[in-house]
């Protein structure tokens, strides 16, 4: 149930070690972009995990102070969790263990568990890869809408709970200068931000190609005739990847925020931990 992070130990993942744990097999936000759709069967039809309680409860009781980063392939707060609660009764094993807490999510519903995240050291990652909900609708079509997580994160951070911002993915044409996002972020009390471009898969490339057909023919040349392929993905070029991460870090360092890329080879960049786990050190 609670596996080592990224172990493959992949050159681009610039992580400190840490484990990760999903309650849920797929995810109900039904994300265009999701790149997990490629590995996991019916991703898009969201299910816990099997005998999620009772396994946790016995692996929680040998941890030993590591991070358990919740969630890295499916969002721990899909909507279906508004009905189970497993999120939360997974937050009550994990309070009473010896661990730090790192949640990913795109939603809201998190701020449901603040009490939880008190009585852990914890930190909240929020996805919000754009301030225009219109968009938002659009490559996250049943994830709350992005002003849901702009209030969601001023309220994690009035609770005390440290909070970070990822913008992911960022493609082009489409959200790739996030200015006001940032200047509102920060002054929302945010610390950290993240950025990760879109890469390109056959599932979730045509998925963007039906959804917003114009922005894909832009974006074409760009990943199929400049593109890299690395692994199983298709990058962006790496000086235009650069460029839109030079930019982020420029609009961070100016307005007082840490930042760090995620997967994109260019970790030179990066002002602290590209995953805001530094926060779990950190007080907002």
């Known amino acids: ?5 990224d172990p493959w130990h992949s050159k681009l993942c610039t992580c400190p070690p840490k484990l990760t744990f999903n309650p849920y097999t797929g995810c109900d936000h039904t994300c265009i972009y999701c790149y997990a759709t ?16 009772p396994k946790l409860r016995r692996e929680a ?3 030993k102070g590591e991070i358990v980063s919740i969630a ?14 497993l999120m939360r009764k997974c937050l009550q094993i994990l309070s009473q263990s010896n661990c730090k807490v790192q949640i990913i999510t795109k939603s809201n519903l998190v701020t449901r568990d603040t009490d939880l995240l008190k009585k852990t050291p914890s930190t909240v990652s929020l996805t919000i890869t754009t301030d225009n909900d ?9 994830a709350p809408p992005s002003t849901a997580r702009l209030e969601a994160a001023e309220t994690l951070i009035a609770h005390g ?12 044409f489409l959200n790739d200068n996030p200015q006001q996002l940032i200047k509102t972020i920060a002054a929302i009390g945010i610390k950290h931000v993240t950025g990760s471009t879109y890469k390109a898969k056959p599932d979730n490339w045509q998925r963007l190609n039906e959804a917003l057909p114009k922005t894909a023919e832009k974006l074409k040349p760009l990943y199929f005739e400049k593109g890299e392929k690395t692994g199983r993905y ?8 650069f460029e839109l991460m030079k930019n982020i870090r420029a609009l961070a360092d100016k307005h007082g ?8 080879g260019l970790s030179h960049l990066n002002t602290a931990s590209c995953d805001g786990s530094w926060l779990l050190g950190a007080s907002t």
């Open 38 to 53: 490629s590995y996991v069967p019916k991703f898009y039809t969201c299910r816990p995990k099997k005998d999620l309680i």
């Open 134 to 142: 219109e968009t938002a609708k659009t490559i996250e079509p049943h």
């Open 72 to 85: 890295n392939s499916s969002d721990p707060y899909p909507n279906l969790e508004a009905k189970t609660g």
């Open 161 to 172: 709970i440290p909070t970070s911002v990822r913008i992911d993915p960022i493609i082009p």
């Open 234 to 241: 298709i990058y962006l070029p790496k000086e235009l990847r």
């Open 1 to 5: 149930m609670i596996s080592e992070f």
């Open 257 to 264: 925020l840490k930042f760090g890329t995620c997967r994109e």
């Open 61 to 63: 009781v040998k941890l």
